[in-house]
């Protein structure tokens, strides 16, 4: 079911990504993540089969139940808020797109410490400064960056960021080039960081124009979600 038309979607996505990134000039390489949030493990499966290897999941709970059907090699990416309480499960993501205040940083450093194995993540920024999402307003994140600089147990890779909802072409690209700064203050501070999560159905190809090196779709590649 999930799968019919999947192929000619991501075709169809890649196209786009191609010529977003041409028309923006900043001549990036763009991972697609397909979310599967809401979906089976059917969706997974399918993701893989239609040549996506990366998924996307915002709750750690399902994604973990997922895991355990999914006989795909695919990556997991953590992309939505993650509560202080289920930090110990970062270790079977390949990325944590959300880490969102330094509090939940803290506490995913300790894992990986104890893993002896550093968690690679993203900060969150809000650059809209929209109560409704999560992240570090763009203001305070050199100085978080700074301070992360000993966590061992972390390998900062980059940043994410939302755009508010069917936002006007102006807004967006404010929000998007406001995170490509952003990345460049992480990367400033010393970090490893080259990864821009930026992009989701509505507004991919302004995104990847803004330089956004990994996009999350959903609804585009899987059709609404119901609930
Ligand atoms: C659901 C979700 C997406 C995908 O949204 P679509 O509009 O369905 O493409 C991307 N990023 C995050 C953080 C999400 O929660």
Do not use: C
């Not at 191609?18 to 979906?39: C, D, F, M, P, S």
């Amino acid at each position: 079911m999930v799968s019919s038309g999947l192929h000619a979607r991501v075709a169809e996505v890649r196209e786009r990504i191609a010529a977003a990134v041409a028309r923006g000039g900043h001549g990036q390489r763009v991972t697609l993540i397909a979310v599967t949030k809401t979906h089976g493990a059917d969706a997974v499966e399918a993701a893989a089969a239609a040549g996506v290897p990366d998924v996307g999941e915002n709750k750690v709970q399902e994604a973990l139940a997922k895991m355990d059907q999914v006989a795909a090699p695919v990556q997991w990416h953590l992309i939505g808020h993650l509560q202080r309480n289920k930090a110990k499960h970062v270790t079977r993501f390949a990325l944590v797109h959300s880490i969102d205040s330094e509090r939940l940083a803290r506490a995913v450093d300790a894992v990986g410490r104890d893993a002896a194995q550093p968690v690679p993540v993203l900060l969150q920024v809000n650059v809209s400064g929209e109560d409704s999402k999560g992240g570090f307003p763009p203001d305070e994140l050199g100085g978080v960056a700074e301070r992360l600089r000993d966590a061992a147990g972390l390998r900062v890779r980059g940043v994410m960021t939302m755009a508010p909802f069917e936002a006007a072409e102006g807004v967006l690209r404010r929000v998007f080039s406001g995170a490509r700064e952003a990345l460049r203050v992480v990367s400033a501070a010393g970090h490893p960081a080259t990864e821009l999560s930026m992009g989701m159905s509505g507004d991919y190809e302004v995104a990847v124009e803004e330089g956004a090196t990994m996009v999350r779709l959903g609804t585009i590649l899987f059709g609404a979600r119901t609930t």
